[in-house]
């Protein structure tokens, strides 16, 4: 059996790398569904660089679309969520939505009350992998990815800006042990962009320029994001 399924989109590592599961698994993608936050702090969605989704959108032939949400807050968040993906049901009938979370139970909660609610399925393919082979089977996959932003205490800021690499995910890694942030960063510690995938049909290329806060906080202004 087909599944027709809605994936949550925001153009990050978690939710292509998601993608690509779930096509393996036979699941019909209808639709990518891409959130655009109003808040620049949304507390369960993607913020940075959602607005270039439709060009990874293009890139792996899948219809695309972007919802606004104007939550002021955690409840009014949840909320548009919850609206958006009522309306949608009517007019795509789907059996699924896939969402990359792999240990976010506040997130992985929200979205199953709301598959229940609308009489679908969630599914949450990276779900309780451990994370430091998920990283390393992402890299491996040929999901390339760089980080946006950096938020959090300890997270090397030589990487902002750049494709992640092997030896990237293994100080990444060596890091989180003594620092204490998530090394998949699903707390908002940083926020990735991909770049190229094994779905793809060609590349993206990013220019753009650093702004830095502080030692532990900084992030990418996009100037042009383009297919190359």
Known sequence: MVY???????????????????LLQGFNIVLLLTFLPKSLHPWYLHRPF???THIQ???MGFK???IRINGRDRMEEEYGIKRALEELINTYDFDYLILGVVGSDAQRMLFLDIAENLGCKLYTPLWGKDKSHYLMELIRSGVEFMVTSITSWGIP???LGRIVTEQDIREILRRAAIYGFDPVFEGGEAESFVVYAPLFRGRIC???RKHILSEYEGYIIP???YEC
């Open 4 to 22: 027709r399924s809605i994936a949550i989109f925001s153009g990050g590592k978690d939710s292509t790398y998601a993608l690509h599961l779930a």
């Open 50 to 52: 959602v607005e270039y």
């Open 57 to 59: 959108a293009k890139l």
């Open 64 to 66: 695309h679309i972007f």
């Open 157 to 159: 800021m030589d990487i």
């Open 206 to 208: 990013v220019e753009g």
């Open 223 to 225: 100037e042009k994001v």
